[in-house]
């Protein structure tokens, strides 16, 4: 069995208020990125490897994250950025070609960090069932720093398809 956890930056700076790779987060997205770590700790949501985005907002809510899983393996792939749902699909089908064969086998668990609307449509488009509750807040708005922790019923990324992800969980800080 294999575990994609799908994490949207936190809450960023305004579009415009600077080139858009280099937004940083705001107070409340940090405080929502730690949010998130601490949830990733307290449920013992630990992933092997974390595919991140370059932009400044997914670094750090990531850098967050390892604040409170601290040994995770993470890889920056830029094209992460712009990549849209069935690229990031792909990406994660191709996880060996990513992140080097032995590294793909051993991730059992993986965190892709990135942005919207990507990360709305990748989990909308994997998830084919799992908690009724979790799948319908998911079908609505995925706030920043919102978690879709999705299980799949197989053993090699490459087997990744759409509609085969059991939903474990959404979540969304409170903050």
Same mark, same amino acid.
């Given at each position: 069995?294999?575990?994609?956890?799908?994490?949207?930056?936190?809450?960023?700076?305004?579009?415009?208020?600077?080139?858009?790779?280099?937004?940083? $987060?705001? /107070?409340?997205?940090?405080?929502?990125? @730690?949010?998130? %770590? !601490?949830?990733?700790?307290?449920e *013992? +949501?630990m992933?092997?490897?974390?595919?991140?985005?370059?932009?400044?907002?997914?670094?750090?809510?990531?850098?967050?994250?390892?604040?409170?899983?601290?040994?995770?393996?993470?890889?920056?792939?830029?094209?992460?950025?712009?990549?849209?749902?069935?690229?990031?699909?792909?990406? $994660?089908? /191709?996880?060996?070609?990513?992140?080097? @064969?032995?590294? %793909? !086998?051993?991730?059992?668990?993986? *965190? +892709?960090?990135?942005?919207?609307?990507?990360?709305?449509?990748?989990?909308?488009?994997?998830?084919?069932?799992?908690?009724?509750?979790?799948?319908?807040?998911?079908?609505?708005?995925?706030?920043p720093?919102?978690?879709?922790?999705?299980?799949?019923?197989?053993?090699?990324?490459?087997?990744?398809?759409?509609?085969?992800?059991?939903?474990?969980?959404?979540?969304?800080?409170?903050?």
């Amino acid at each position: 069995m294999l575990r994609l956890m799908v994490l949207r930056h936190a809450t960023a700076v305004p579009h415009g208020s600077m080139p858009d790779p280099e937004r940083i $987060l705001t /107070g409340q997205g940090l405080a929502e990125a @730690e949010e998130a %770590a !601490r949830y990733c700790a307290d449920e *013992m +949501l630990m992933p092997d490897l974390a595919l991140v985005s370059p932009a400044a907002r997914t670094q750090q809510t990531f850098a967050a994250v390892q604040t409170a899983v601290p040994d995770v393996a993470a890889l920056t792939i830029p094209a992460l950025y712009s990549m849209q749902a069935d690229e990031l699909l792909l990406s $994660l089908q /191709g996880l060996a070609d990513l992140a080097g @064969e032995d590294k %793909a !086998r051993q991730a059992r668990c993986v *965190m +892709l960090v990135g942005h919207n609307p990507a990360c709305t449509e990748l989990a909308q488009k994997l998830v084919g069932f799992g908690d009724r509750y979790a799948f319908a807040r998911l079908r609505g708005e995925f706030p920043p720093a919102g978690l879709a922790v999705m299980d799949f019923d197989v053993g090699e990324w490459s087997q990744l398809a759409s509609g085969t992800g059991r939903l474990d969980r959404f979540w969304v800080p409170v903050s």
